[in-house]
Antibody, heavy 119, light 110 residues
């Protein structure tokens, strides 16, 4: 069964850091681009970052310079390193697998990990 | 990058067809055939319904179809069923090599 399982969320103070992980199973992880998408409470979806199978990274303007996406194919795991966190980064963070290419659609999603930035 | 424009809500009766629009610009929807649609039920993760404007992933009902004309993409759901009641989001690749989502549309099945 194709599955994504996020972890690493929690409560962090403004200016703090957090690293999210996404464990993948049931597919050839290295062959697919992966993404992070977030959803603030009661709000819509917002694309955060994507990484191709070969490691090329893309970022939304709102997180560029603060967040770093990476992947470890030996562990079938996707990461999101988040620094200089702000209140507006508070959201449920989803990990998702691309159906084809990098930004053409995401066909497998995890259940999300919650990040709250507050003092 | 501004969010794509979707109607806040649409509604229809069981068995009817409805269409949700998604309007962008020539730098996103109009410039590329990389529009996707997602269905999200309350408290659940999004589900991919359409990618590359009109392609359905395996397992998605053929009652769901996608199209595009100019800077506006559309999702049509035919033969509405109670289980279709959910939030729907469009997304598009952009000229800045990023992804942008629409604000979301709540579908109510009357």
């Amino acid at each position: 069964e194709v599955q994504l399982l996020e972890s690493g969320g929690g409560l962090v103070q403004p200016g703090g850091s957090l690293r999210l992980s996404c464990a993948a199973s049931g597919f050839t992880f290295s062959s697919y681009a992966m993404s992070w998408v977030r959803q603030a409470p009661g709000k819509g979806l917002e694309w955060v970052s994507s990484i191709s199978g070969s490691g090329g990274a893309l970022y939304a303007a709102s997180v560029k310079g603060r967040f770093t996406i990476s992947r470890d194919s030996s562990k079938n795991t996707l990461y999101l390193e988040m620094n200089s966190l702000r209140a507006e980064d508070t959201a449920l963070y989803y990990c998702a697998k691309s159906v084809v290419g990098t930004l053409r659609g995401m066909d497998v999603w995890g259940q999300g990990t919650s990040v709250t930035v507050s003092s | 990058q501004s969010a794509l424009t979707q109607p806040a809500s649409v509604s229809g009766s069981p068995g009817q067809s409805i269409t949700i629009s998604c309007t962008g610009t020539s730098s996103d929807v109009g410039g590329y055939n990389y529009v996707s649609w997602y269905q999200q039920h309350p408290g659940k993760a999004p589900k991919l319904m359409i990618y590359d404007v009109s392609n359905r992933p395996s397992g998605v009902s053929n009652r769901f179809s996608g199209s595009k004309s100019g800077n506006t993409a559309s999702l049509t759901i035919s033969g509405l069923q109670a289980e279709d009641e959910a939030d729907y989001y469009c997304s598009s690749y952009t000229s800045k090599n990023t992804l942008v989502f629409g604000g979301g549309t709540t579908l109510t099945v009357l």
